[in-house]
T-cell receptor, first 112, second 117 residues
Framework: SQKIEQNSEALNIQEGKTATLTCNYT??????LQWYRQDPGRGPVFLLL?????KEKRKERLKVTFDTTLKQSLFHITASQPADSATYLC???????????FGKGTSLLVTP | GAVVSQHPSWVICKSGTSVKIECRSL??????MFWYRQFPKQSLMLMAT?????????EQGVEKDKFLINHASLTLSTLTVTSAHPEDSSFYIC?????????????FGSGTQLSVL
């Protein structure tokens, strides 16, 4: 069955640096991959979607890469700010329907 | 952007009682909504897919008689946890598909923290 792995250890970085989060998956070839942000006690918020035929996508300070050979996506936040502190979730499409399967997420802490 | 409203934000109930959670799409029509459950430090787990005007599709291992889903209109889906027990305590989150363009992205409600005593 589909398996999504995100680094379970929290990532602590200094303000202004680039944060890089990793999402690896197995046993599946997704048509697209998405990244969401989740704050404590809140529902996830959509950030970016990248399709299988796209290598990279950018939105403001965010960048996502998608390597279907390595079965990996990297999520970058440049010029990070304390307000970027949250848990970031990687999500893949399922074989049918529009529901998503989510990874456990990686907690990011940006310190001043 | 699309807004999905979920109520209540939190609920505390006694074991054996039933709890209803509402999920509304405020500025768009959602023919399909999804209900997820999340335990602390765990990933979101899909419970069921709610389709307007038809029966919900439940994921394997989710008891459909315990988690009743009703999607009576294009803007409202409800999840009722019947005869709740302490093990049902969790964070329940609904989501809806964006109906146009990138229909693959989901918009989530703010979640409901259920605590069963």
């Amino acid at each position: 069955s589909q398996k999504i792995e995100q680094n379970s250890e929290a990532l602590n970085i200094q303000e202004g640096k680039t944060a890089t989060l990793t999402c690896n998956y197995t046993n599946y070839s997704p048509a697209y991959l998405q990244w969401y942000r989740q704050d404590p006690g809140r529902g996830p918020v959509f950030l970016l979607l990248i399709r299988e035929n796209e290598k990279e996508k950018r939105k403001e300070r965010l960048k996502v890469t998608f390597d279907t050979t390595l079965k990996q996506s990297l999520f970058h936040i440049t010029a990070s700010q304390p307000a970027d502190s949250a848990t970031y979730l990687c999500a893949l499409d399922r074989a049918s329907g529009y529901a998503l399967n989510f990874g456990k997420g990686t907690s990011l802490l940006v310190t001043p | 952007g699309a807004v999905v409203s979920q109520h209540p934000s939190w609920v505390i109930c006694k074991s054996g009682t039933s709890v209803k959670i509402e999920c509304r799409s405020l500025d768009f029509q959602a023919t399909t909504m999804f209900w997820y459950r999340q335990f602390p430090k765990q990933s979101l787990m899909l419970m069921a897919t709610s389709n307007e005007g038809s029966k919900a599709t439940y994921e394997q291992g989710v008891e459909k008689d315990k988690f009743l889903i009703n999607h009576a209109s294009l803007t409202l889906s409800t999840l009722t946890v019947t005869s709740a027990h302490p093990e049902d305590s969790s964070f329940y989150i609904c989501s809806a598909r964006w109906p146009r363009g990138d229909g693959e992205k989901l918009f989530f409600g703010s979640g409901t923290q259920l605590s069963v005593l």
